[in-house]
């Protein structure tokens, strides 16, 4: 015996048992207070250190903006340059000139290279030189097809105002925004550099989805109700495109921030942060949004030993309102039929049919008016071991059907952006197996709102029909007492975990 414990397997032996130990650790009590709350306090958070990224950004623009009022070899350019196309009798060097535009070229790319572009602009109006040499280039921006640009309205109206604010315009094929420099000659106005430059800096500040989940964003949106950045969920860009009118908006223009649960401008429930701010005196809404569903299946998780020990309170209350009493034969002609360790999938809308279903799970996983599996998994599955040791010893008799299932879907049946409409029901008469299949569930980015389980104690087993093209379930339950329970419901009629734990929490 001695000799067994100064064996070479020993540091092995204690690792298994660190690890039993680690997955069997007790239960993590939910902490005092409303977790949502706790939720939109992160959103706020991140919304007030984007706020202040944007700021600063804008800031440092306005400042380098600035400076080339005192820039004395751009000034120099631009009253060359401009003398050049003001003079008709051609006493001017060409070569000079062609000297001072390469100049203010390479003193723009290097000092102001966070710009776009930049116009230098005379009192009139013409644009007489720019770097992109865009389709503003040599046209005059009070009198030509570009009068009716924000910016020209700008230099008309109020020369003196710097910043611009963000437009699609149309020389760039683009959305832009300028800011305005006076330039005088002696005391007089002179013109302007007009310094453009894209909204792709803010966008990028915006884009960056830290402790966002897979479902937050953070996005603008200007006083007109557009979107002043690209939306996560919209292949397209959305900016100065998509109009937002949704409750946040409303909120923070009447009462300036808040936070909500709302329905966004995709028409999903979110949580959502809004506040709204000024940038050089135009009104813009920052909005930080995750949904709903996310937020739930994340308190889930972080709790889930707790919700496990509790959800059995709620699930017959959730789920009886939709028993039925309904004796039709639940053995029709044209069922496929799934054993015990299958699954099967249809298309065509057959019927899929399996019985049994006692200390076995039986799972269906359907996309509507696509296709839907059933499974019938027996307790050599993985979905009943979370204990690494236990499926270590079972070997070669594991089978994995959860697994297959969930990859075939990823290859060969959803686009990554439709997996949010997959809808899953468990059946079972225990809970043994329930916890490891919601964890594999949610790894793969499926929702506690779209988990429906279906349990009955009371029952020794379940016969299930599957009838993929109406998508329905129909169950007998059967008891040793002779008792037989029938169960019907659409699947979207079937409450889901979700539900089930935003009940526990709010509660």
Known sequence: MNNFWKCRNYPGIVIVVIIFLLVNTGCKKIPKGNLIEQNFKVLLEISAFKKKQIIKYFADVEKRAAGIAADESMLDCFHQIKKCYQVEASGIDAMNIQKKEYEADV????????????????????????????DDYHTNLFTGRYSDTSLSIHLREAPEREFVNYEFYAPSDKPAAFFVVPVYEKKDLAGWFVLQF????????????????????????NENKLMLTDSRFIEDSTILKRKVDTEAVKLALQQKAGSKIIEDY???????????????????????????????????????????????????KVNA?????????????????????????TKSGELLETKGV??????????????????????????????????YF??????????????????????????????????????????????????????????????????????????????????????????????????????????????????
């Open 107 to 134: 003193n723009f790319v290097t000092t102001y290279k966070d710009f776009y572009d930049i116009l230098f602009v005379d009192s009139r109006g013409f644009v007489f030189h720019s770097i992109k040499q865009a």
């Open 198 to 221: 894209p909204i792709n800096k803010i966008n990028a500040i915006l884009s960056d989805h830290e402790h966002l989940g897979r479902t937050g964003e953070v996005y603008l949106v």
């Open 266 to 316: 995709r028409g999903i429930h979110v949580l959502s942060a809004f506040e709204q701010f000024e940038v050089f005196g135009h009104s813009w809404i920052i909005i930080v949004e995750m949904d709903e569903d996310e937020v739930i299946s994340n308190i889930y998780k972080e709790y889930e030993k707790y919700f496990l020990s509790k959800i059995m309170d709620y699930l017959p």
């Open 321 to 345: 309102g939709y028993a039925v009493q309904d004796r039709e034969s639940l053995s029709p002609q044209n069922s496929k039929k799934v054993d015990i360790n299958e699954y099967a999938m």
């Open 358 to 391: 006692g200390p076995c799970t039986a799972i269906i996983l359907s996309f509507p008016q696509s296709f839907g599996y059933l499974a019938h998994i027996s307790p050599v599955d993985e979905i009943y071991h979370k204990n690494p040791l236990t499926k």
């Open 394 to 507: 079972l070997g070669g008799r594991k089978t994995s059907c959860l697994q297959k299932i969930l990859q075939n879907i990823r290859r060969y049946d959803l686009y990554p952006y439709q997996l949010n409409k997959l809808r899953c029901v468990i059946i079972a008469t225990h809970m043994k197996s329930l916890e490891t299949i919601v964890d594999q569930l949610l790894r793969e980015g499926i929702e506690l709102s779209q988990i429906g389980f279906l349990f009955n104690p009371s029952a020794d087993y379940a016969n299930i029909i599957f009838d993929q093209l109406n998508d329905r379930i129909r169950i007998e339950w059967k008891s040793h007492n002779y008792n037989t329970v029938f169960y019907a419901a659409h699947i979207p009629d079937v409450k889901t975990l979700g539900y089930v734990v935003k009940e526990m929490i709010v509660q």
